[in-house]
């Protein structure tokens, strides 16, 4: 009998490439770093690092205050208030647009891929009408990610200073310990996160009930999700090599164009070959992205049908809200 994971991803793998119309909504929806085992890597590699600012820089932004502020009149100091409140205030607008549309992006990509049947899956604008009325329990569900994994992160942060400050092999040990616990956690959660996810969009479960049925799903089938998470990141790292692969492949007749253009002293042909090397690049790069983004929500989705739906009320439950089109998540 072949492992789970193996008709779950060759599943995963023809959807997400059939699917090419939802691949910008997967790039939409991997803004914020949940939902595959790509982030658990980059949380892993940029979370567990120290924050740490210059002293030399803190210094010199107060050195060029001070100097600055009694050459200030009240005027200037009232209109340069009002600059920094507009450049603060439409950061953080674009920045919540930016969330926002990446939490809306996971709800529709959840559900596209969920009431998928067949070769028969909802439009783009029914999915994404899902996604944006499930807003606030995804937000909800995100915001709980990031708490448990700062959390997490602040835990190995103590560890990390304790063996900064004593250099002992004890302590040492303390902080790989609170690395590895960091790791198991995060995966955990992402994992618990993205099956929670599909128990709001697909079974129409409240935000703790979605938690419970993840938790309880990832504690009965963990080998079953690790071994999938470890595919992933294989296939990921795959996905990235072969970007890489592709662009020196298309950089070699580009790089002869960039010499033509020095012989001949082509400005414009100089630019042209330039313009297209990025070009080049940046679609490979999106395309790439949105395939294997989509491919993680694929699988995670897959999967939880897979194992989540083992009894027969779970699947009528599915059903009668995808033939009923009701997709009210509670709470939202």
Avoid: C
């Amino acid at each position: 009998m072949e492992p789970v994971y193996r008709p779950v991803l060759r599943d995963a793998f023809r959807v997400a490439w059939e699917e090419k119309r939802y691949w910008w909504v997967a790039l939409l929806a991997g803004i914020t770093l949940t939902g595959s085992v790509y982030d658990i890597g980059f949380r892993v590699l940029n979370m567990s690092a120290v924050p740490r600012v210059s002293g030399d820089t803190w210094g010199m932004l107060w050195t060029r205050a001070v100097v600055a502020w009694p050459t200030l009149t009240l005027g200037d100091t009232i209109l340069g208030g009002m600059k920094v409140f507009q450049i603060i205030a439409v950061f953080f607008l674009v920045l919540f647009t930016a969330w926002a549309l990446s939490l809306i992006a996971q709800g529709a990509l959840v559900y596209a891929l969920g009431a998928r049947r067949g070769a028969r899956s909802p439009n783009v604008k029914d999915a994404l009408t899902v996604g944006a009325r499930a807003l606030w329990p995804i937000l909800v569900l995100n915001l709980f990610v990031m708490i448990v994994l700062l959390s997490v992160r602040g835990l190995m942060t103590i560890a990390l200073s304790g063996a900064i400050q004593n250099t002992t092999a004890l302590s040492y040990l303390a902080y790989i310990v609170a690395f590895l616990a960091f790791v198991v956690v995060a995966a955990a959660v992402i994992m618990i996160q993205v099956f929670a996810l599909n128990a709001m969009i697909l079974q129409g479960a409240t935000l703790a009930q979605a938690l419970d049925r993840a938790a309880r799903l990832l504690a009965d089938h963990w080998v079953v999700a690790v071994e999938t998470a470890a595919i992933l990141f294989v296939i990921t790292a795959g996905a990235s090599v072969l970007v890489i692969a592709v662009n020196m492949l298309v950089g070699v007749p580009l790089f002869l164009l960039a010499i033509i253009s020095l012989v001949f002293q082509s400005k414009a042909l100089m630019l042209l070959t330039i313009y297209t090397a990025v070009a080049i690049f940046v679609a490979a790069m999106l395309a790439v992205a949105g395939f294997v983004i989509q491919l993680h929500y694929a699988t995670w989705t897959i999967l939880y049908r897979k194992l989540g739906e083992g009894g027969v009320l779970p699947k009528i439950h599915r059903w009668v809200r995808w033939f009923t089109h009701s997709t009210h998540v509670p709470g939202a």
